[in-house]
């Protein structure tokens, strides 16, 4: 039988999860206003969909994929090298405003995750300063 999940493991899952996410946001946001040739060539914004991992009384999170979500939006450019035949050209499906939101919150959510790992590594120490 396996231990319970610590303190530490649930943080450090949520930590990697966050991580993730982070850089999904990130290469949506290199992608952002790419174009393309054809549909099936533009990019569509990474999204990572996470599951609750059960563990005896713990919880914590899991990645379980990263999905492609978006429509690339069809433009009119004849004059752009990867227009098709029509002169239309497909660009990336990511919107920029929203991923800043969410690198703001990844972040945060990142940043809370540092914390209770340090305040838990704080409280271990004491209990261990008290048995001097």
């Known amino acids: 039988m ?3 999940l610590s ?10 999860a966050q991580l ?9 946001l290199a992608n952002a206003g790419s174009v393309a040739g054809s549909e099936d060539g533009a990019y569509r914004a990474l999204k990572p969909v996470f599951a609750t991992r059960y563990d005896g009384a713990a919880a914590t999170v899991d990645v379980a994929r990263v999905a492609r979500t978006g429509t690339p939006e069809k433009r009119l450019q004849p004059g752009h090298p990867l227009a098709d035949a029509s002169g ?9 405003n929203q991923e800043m939101v969410e690198m ?4 945060r959510q ?7 790992l340090s305040t838990a590594r704080g409280l271990a120490l004491d209990t261990l300063r008290l048995g001097k």
Not at 7 to 16: H, L, S, V
Not at 21 to 27: G, L, Q
Not at 88 to 96: E, G, R
Not at 104 to 107: F, G, N, S, W
């Open 2 to 4: 396996k231990p319970d």
């Open 7 to 16: 303190t530490f493991d649930i943080a450090g899952r949520a930590m990697a």
């Open 20 to 28: 993730v996410r982070m850089n999904a946001i990130a290469s949506n």
């Open 88 to 96: 239309h050209v497909w660009v990336a499906a990511v919107d920029p």
């Open 104 to 107: 703001v919150e990844t972040a």
């Open 110 to 116: 990142y940043a809370n995750n540092v914390e209770v």
